[in-house]
Each structure stands twice: as C-alpha cells, then as structure tokens.
C-alpha cells in the first residue's frame, strides 16, 4: 500500500501521462513509531481527514477506486459478505489497499476519484500506484 500525502496550493503535478492542476490543499498527518496517525490535542471530528484510495482484487484482476474518511474501515467492509456499499466489490473479499490520497476535505477526495475513474485506462492506475512506491 502507498500512501500519498503533500502541502500544495496552487500547484501543478504531474501523475502519469496526465498534467494535473489543483488547488486543494493537502497535508502531512503526525504518524507515530508504529505507523499510526497520531492526533494532536484538541482536534475534533471536523477535522477529519479523507482520502481517494485504490484497492485490488487478485481473483478479479480489477482495481477500485473510491473514497473514504476512514481506510481501515472502508476496506473491511469492502471485503465484508454483508456490505451493501458498492455492488462491484460485492463479487470478491480478497481487496487490498494498494494506494490512498489524503486531503483535507470531502469535495477534493471526490473530485480526485472521479479524475481517476475517468482515466478508463489501468495503465495510468498501475503508473500511479508504482510512480507513488519508487518515490517512496
């Protein structure tokens, strides 16, 4: 799994074969030894972090692509028998996460998943999964 996470305001990025302009405004969460986001004190639930995330199947050979405020729990119910969430994830339970974008707001995660889907091409989802790994 790759995570993807920047500060930008107003910058250009360039993810794939596609130039991508955006005005959202990313950032670094705190993540504790273990890899865990620690939250500072005196944060609440407005504050809540999304992210654009896409996971793979092996017994389909397909990728999702979706958003969510909580990966952990998207993906489990994604691999749940009784999750009523998405009828395409419903045909396999082995789903992995294999990248997510954090962003600040709801509006830009959506905004950023509808700009994947609509690539149509799993070229350009395994380039950005593998550009995210190498530069880690």
């Known amino acids: 799994m790759v995570e993807v996470s920047f500060s930008c305001e107003k910058r250009e990025l360039v993810l794939g074969l596609k130039k991508l302009s955006t005005h959202a405004k990313m950032s670094f969460v705190p993540?504790?030894?273990?890899?865990v986001e620690s939250r500072l004190a005196g944060n609440d639930s407005?504050?809540?972090?999304?992210?654009?995330?896409?996971?793979?199947?092996k017994?389909?050979?397909?990728?999702?692509?979706g958003y969510t405020n909580d990966t952990r729990i998207r993906l489990e119910q994604h691999n749940s028998e009784k999750h009523p969430f998405s009828k395409f994830t419903t045909h396999a339970y082995d789903w992995e996460l294999k990248y997510k974008e954090k962003f600040l707001n709801k509006t830009e995660a959506i905004k950023r998943e509808r700009e994947i889907k609509r690539w149509h091409s799993r070229k350009m989802i395994e380039k950005l999964i593998n550009d995210a790994s190498e530069s880690r």
Do not use: E, F
């Open 46 to 57: 407005s504050d809540k972090m999304y992210y654009t995330y896409i996971i793979y199947s």
């Open 31 to 35: 993540m504790n030894r273990d890899g």
């Open 59 to 65: 017994s389909l050979d397909r990728y999702y692509v």
